[in-house]
């Protein structure tokens, strides 16, 4: 199997592990988009998870407006239609919060994340074939999990209860060293804090060198305040991009 083929197989057993759990709340709504956006996550991985890459970037997990509604990380819809070129079907989880339903390529809403996130790789590589040339872009754990309040809550791993949050972790981390043997990365950049820590949990031992950008959700006062620029200050000081 090449590269691409053995994330596939790395990404389904992830999928049926994390997809077994069960969760309690605050809790209500677990969607997978491993799951029911199967078709996409696997064009993704097929186009652009071949070759060795120089830099991982890792995100958390799922936003209900990002890879929850195409199955790609960070997938703002936008992004993933006009710069990745990536279009597929996607199916629905089993059970919807009424708030955050999955429509795919017909969401109304944007990512703000992921716009950020492609939009900087978009302006300084070009074409995606430029920036997957070295790099790739996964999330630790690919869940969404969805409080059952009215506007149904977007919840992080952090929020899980202990017992459940380190049942996740372990198909998560397990995932993330298999991804790391495959891919051969020199460095895995944290998209945020969590998503740092999380790595170096789980690369302990490796190779890997690590660092962080800060993450570019609009509800970081920092990321609102030229994320970009930020990130590429940050990326460049540790040698990273030049």
């Not at 990512?111 to 950020?116: A, L, M, N, Y």
């Amino acid at each position: 199997m090449n590269r691409a083929q053995q994330l596939i197989a790395a990404t389904r057993e992830l999928s049926a592990a994390v997809g077994s759990l069960k969760f309690s709340d605050p809790v209500a709504y677990v969607y997978n988009p491993l799951d029911y956006a199967r078709e996409m996550h696997e064009l993704f991985l097929s186009r652009y998870g071949n070759g060795l890459k120089r830099v991982v970037f890792l995100g958390m997990n799922p936003g209900p407006f990002g890879m929850a509604q195409t199955g790609i990380p960070f997938g703002e819809i936008d992004a993933v239609q006009n710069w990745l070129k990536i279009f597929g079907l996607v199916g629905k989880p089993p059970k919807e919060h009424p708030a955050k339903p999955v429509d795919g390529f017909g969401c109304p809403r944007s990512e703000v994340s992921g716009r950020r996130l492609w939009g900087l790789f978009r302006e300084r590589f070009g074409a995606p074939e430029n920036f997957f040339e070295n790099h790739f872009v996964t999330n630790f754990c690919p869940l969404l999990f969805v409080a059952g309040n009215e506007r149904g809550k977007n919840l992080t791993p952090e929020d899980l209860v202990p017992a459940e949050r380190d049942a996740v972790n372990a198909p998560c981390d397990l995932f993330l060293r298999r991804l790391a043997e495959i891919l051969e990365p020199e460095w895995l950049v944290g998209v945020g804090n969590f998503a740092e820590t999380a790595a170096k949990r789980a690369l302990a031992g490796t190779s890997v060198k690590f660092t962080r950008i800060i993450h570019p959700s609009p509800a970081s006062p920092a990321a609102n305040k030229d994320w970009a620029g930020k990130a590429t200050s940050k990326l460049v000081e540790d040698g990273i991009w030049e």
